[in-house]
Structure formats: C-alpha cells, structure tokens
C-alpha cells in the first residue's frame, strides 16, 4: 500500500489535542471550524487568482494550506472527542474540503505552463476522489482515505508549488506534464478506495 501522508495524521493530532481542548472550553464548535476554514480558503483563492501577477502573493498558499489541515484535525477531533458529531457537519466536512480545495488550486492555473484545463481537471479528480471516500459508509464500510494523491499529499504538493512560484522562481516547460500525472495518481486512489471500500464492506457483513 502506498505511503500518503495521512498516516502520519494520528501524531499530527497528538500535537493538536491541547489546542483543541482550548478551544472546546472557549465554546468553539466543529462546525464553525470547519466553516472558517473554507471561508477562508475560497477568500484566499479568490485573491490570489485575481491578481496572480503578484506572484508573492503564492507564498500565501503553502501558509494556509499546513493551517487548513491543523483546522480539519481540530474540527474532527472536536466532533469525536467532544461529542459534536451531527449530521450537518457530515455534510459541511465532505462539502467544505470539495470547494476549498478547487478553490485553492484554480489560481494555479493562471502560472504558466500550467493552465486551466490541467489544474481544472485535477480539481475535478480530487473531488470525485473525496465522493469515493465518502461513499464508504453508504456501503456498510468506513470512509477510505487510500492514496496516492489524498487531500494532504495534494496539500504538499500545491504548497511546494506555492512556495516556488510565490519566490518567483520559473517553473520548468516539462512542469506542464506535472497536472497529467496528478489525475493519473488521483485516478489510482479513486480504484484504490473504491476496491477497498467494497473489500471491507463485503467483510462486514455477515
């Protein structure tokens, strides 16, 4: 099975738990969290994409998207470890990270020699990948979070990406291929979690 940085995610929350304790007592709720981050997400695209010539502004992204994957490790601990599980914010977590993460890629599309056709169907990818996971439980299994190329691998690479171009440094002409190759590996994770998914459903039952 390949190695996705998902599997470091228990530790990652380890280091989280006393912020979000924080937080709990505070009155914050899992479901404001998990609105925040995609308001903030959608508002940083938005910006970024607008003026793209503005290349600094990239340096933004590398930033929020480690902060965006804090916030979903706190909204999810928040609703497990405190009893904020409901059925909106099932929906909000799935929904959120859809739009969030297109919001943050689509600026991308705007550097060259990349395009919008490339990074518009990676988004596309990686919400068809999210419904794959979340499909899980309709079938009597857990949600899959298979790789490669999940939320936080994705997350490294447009903050690598972010990082490059907001030091305006020139991206390569055989970076062009670069968005192919992630439908492809986002490609490999939808089969992944849907074989597994239907594995572990078929192993469930009695």
Sequence with gaps: ?????????????????????????????????????????????????????????????????FLRMALNAVDGMLAREFGQKSALGAYLNELSDVVSDAALYLPFARVAPFDLAGVGAVALAAAISEMAGALGPMVGAPRRYDGPMGKSD?????????????????????????????????????????????????????
């Design 1 to 65: 099975m390949p190695v996705t940085l998902y599997d470091v995610k228990p530790k990652f929350q380890s280091l989280l738990r006393p912020l979000t304790r924080r937080l709990f007592d505070l009155g914050v709720t899992a479901n404001q969290v998990t609105v925040i981050a995609m308001v903030v997400s959608v508002a940083l695209g938005v910006l970024v994409g607008v003026d793209a010539g503005q290349r600094a502004l990239f340096l933004l992204v590398p930033v929020w998207l």
């Design 154 to 206: 994705r997350a490294l690479l447009f903050g690598a990406l972010g990082l490059w171009i907001g030091l305006d440094l020139r991206l390569p002409d055989i970076a062009s291929w670069l968005m192919p190759i992630v439908v492809v590996l986002i490609a490999w994770n939808v089969v992944q979690r849907v074989r597994n998914g239907v594995a572990a459903a078929a192993s469930i039952r009695p």
